[in-house]
């Protein structure tokens, strides 16, 4: 059983926040909670202190992730779980924006992870202009210790594996979303993508033509994808972040091991499964797996 159930926030370098903070607000419509005279702001999706973080750094590896404990288990005993499995947690107090406490780990595969029970609400709502996405869904890290890393979120924080492309990425969930981490194997150590829920396909098209009205090119879709059935579409933020708009994924049944059914799949009942990379078009092969320039 997972002990987290929500990727809470994603906090990630920037090298012109002021660029980033734009976007976020005005085109993808979260609402900025604080920001720091040290160069960081923080964003919320309608209701925690913040779902996005930004901070002023040019190193593109030191991405930090936000996970939500579930009620059963709390800081203390998380922070024996990851010392049990050798990794040095560190519980803190107040040690950022929004969050009294939480617990710190240098986890599997060269990102840092933060646990945390609580988040501070205060709820600025949905904004009244942008995209206004309905939350955050999933994130997309490149390693080169892809594998290390997937035996650590399955072995140690409990995640389900739901799908595999070949030896390429591995798609794992710690609720009833087809996924909510995609661990991607290659020679670099990247956020890959940040990914936000839409309400639904008409959301998604409405969201094609708020981009193009101000400027920002979609790079690919909207489209369907293979693993999870997502409709998905992207498209590059100031600095050049990867951000997928998707709408419409699996559900993901634990207790059964398989996904809901939906016309569109191959096969029933969905179970996991490993994609053949040939199975994709020629140029969705290229967007989907030149993981390290995208």
């Given amino acids: 059983m997972p002990h987290v159930f929500q990727l809470g926030f ?40 913040h779902n996005i973080a930004l901070r002023k750094a040019d190193t593109p590896d030191t991405v930090t992730v936000g996970y939500r404990l579930t009620r059963d288990v709390s800081l203390e005993r998380m922070a024996r779980l990851l010392r049990e499995a050798g990794l040095q947690a560190e519980l803190h107090s107040d040690a ?3 969050l009294a406490k939480l617990l710190s780990v240098a986890a599997p595969g060269g990102y840092t992870l933060q646990f945390f029970s609580e988040m501070a609400t205060p709820a600025p709502g949905f904004g009244v202009r942008g995209i206004v996405p309905l939350r955050l869904g999933h994130i997309a890290l490149v390693s080169p210790e892809a594998e290390r890393m997937v035996r650590f979120y399955g072995e140690v924080l409990g995640f389900h594996t739901t799908d595999w492309f070949e030896d ?32 639904n396909a008409t959301h998604q098209y409405e969201a094609a033509d708020y981009l193009a009205r101000n400027g920002v090119p979609v790079v690919w879709g909207p489209s369907r994808h293979t693993a999870g059935h997502n409709l998905a579409s992207y498209h590059y933020s100031p600095n050049g972040v990867l951000v997928e ?7 993901y049944l634990p207790e059964a091991g398989y996904c809901e059914p939906r016309p569109w799949h191959e096969e029933l009942p969905m179970r996991p499964r490993v994609w053949r990379i040939g199975d994709l078009s020629r140029w969705a092969t290229k967007f989907e797996f030149d993981f390290t320039k995208a």
């Fill in 10 to 49: 994603v906090e990630f370098p920037s090298h012109d926040v002021d660029a980033e903070l734009s976007y976020y607000a005005n085109v993808l419509g979260a609402q900025a909670t604080e920001t720091g005279g040290s160069g960081a702001a923080y964003l919320s999706l309608g209701v925690d202190h």
């Fill in 96 to 98: 950022r924006p929004g």
């Fill in 245 to 251: 708009l998707y709408a419409d994924m699996d559900v």
């Fill in 168 to 199: 390429r990425a591995t798609f794992m969930t710690c609720n009833r979303d087809h996924h909510v981490i995609n661990v991607i194997n290659a020679p670099a150590r990247k956020l890959h993508h940040i990914a936000f829920e839409l309400r």
